[in-house]
């Protein structure tokens, strides 16, 4: 009996040394991680919402929301188009990047995903999603319900692999980054009018906000204490709102704006709410319309050119499928450009927001 607990215990510390050696050498291969204050880390960064944050998980959806062709992609690494919606990289990898865990964030669906990329986080991210159900059910996209059972699926995986403690503790420590809400505005609310005979932009941003609440509070429960909870974007300002809703000079279109600014009031006094119930989590509200803007409106300050149209094709309409290979007049100097199709920045722009809010907001989670 003694042999036997001995040798449960040998293996139980042997699994821990190969644990530690495994973590270990997958630091090597990266940056040294950022450190929080108290000498804490992030062991992993988990992400959920919509295109901004999405590396592909909708690559093999029955949808037309997608980009794994070119000219997407075409600064990638290796100028392959992964199904992010930008020339290179996206929010999600500069963030992982930027805190030094590792240099791409995979998608949870990538077919080639390993085990040993669960340690260090994934993306459940789908384009064209929200916080509304209807949003993604629009476009048969994954909505947020169904990326929280991949999240679910995704837990049991990583338990496998490192056991309870460790599983917990990962969740405990991670950062969990969700970005929703562009698309519930633009496509469920303005565009499609679904929702704009039962709402006015009040109650909607409203029903948002609460449809929001619930999925944080459904994280927490799952394990997840420090969130980052990105407002929606100038949604105006993006080309395509401009040629769609700006008139024939197509200025920025204000209602879109107004929208926006309505919605990230409310989310922001939502989230001082749920950080006063839940004491144990941290829930960051994480500005992205004030940079973004300012971006837009100044572009030169960043050493960009060219802020109201996108480089792919004429840039003021074209997305997802519209733009493709035979855009021939796509751009050759996309570092000039804030947009590289007409709703999302190139991957140059991306880089000066993250590299922004990362500093703005990092030593929040703590």
Sequence with gaps: MQFFS??????????????????????????????????????????????????????NLNTLIKCNFPPYGRDFPGGIATGRFSNGKIPSDLIVEELGIK????????????????LTGVSFASSASGYDPLTPKIVSALSLTDQLDYFREYIGKLRGIVGEEKTNFTLAKSLFVVVAGSDDIVNTY????????????????????NFASTFLKELFELGARRLAVFSAPPLGCLPSQRTLAGGLQRECAENYNQAAQLYNAKLSSEL???NSKLPQAKIVYVDVYSPLIDLIQNPGKYGFEVA??????????EVAVLCNQYNLVT??????????DSYHPT????????????????NSFI
């Design 331 to 340: 751009c050759t100097n996309v570092s000039g450009y804030v947009f590289w």
């Design 272 to 274: 001082d709410s749920l």
């Design 6 to 59: 001995m040798k449960l215990c040998l293996s139980s510390w042997c699994s821990n040394i190969l644990f530690s050696i495994h973590v270990f050498l997958i630091l090597c291969t990266t940056k040294a991680i950022v450190k929080l204050p108290g000498n804490e880390t992030v062991p992993a960064v988990i992400v959920f919402g919509d295109s901004i944050v999405d590396p592909g998980n909708n690559n």
């Design 347 to 362: 991957e140059r722009a991306y880089a000066v927001l993250i590299s922004h809010l990362i500093q703005k907001y990092i």
């Design 103 to 118: 240099d791409l964030l995979p998608a949870y669906l990538d077919p080639t995903l390993q085990p040993n990329d669960l």
């Design 190 to 209: 303005f565009v499609t009018r679904a929702r704009k005979l039962q709402y006015d932009v009040s109650s909607y941003t409203h029903l948002m906000v």
């Design 308 to 317: 109201d149209k996108g480089c792919c094709g004429t840039g003021t309409i």
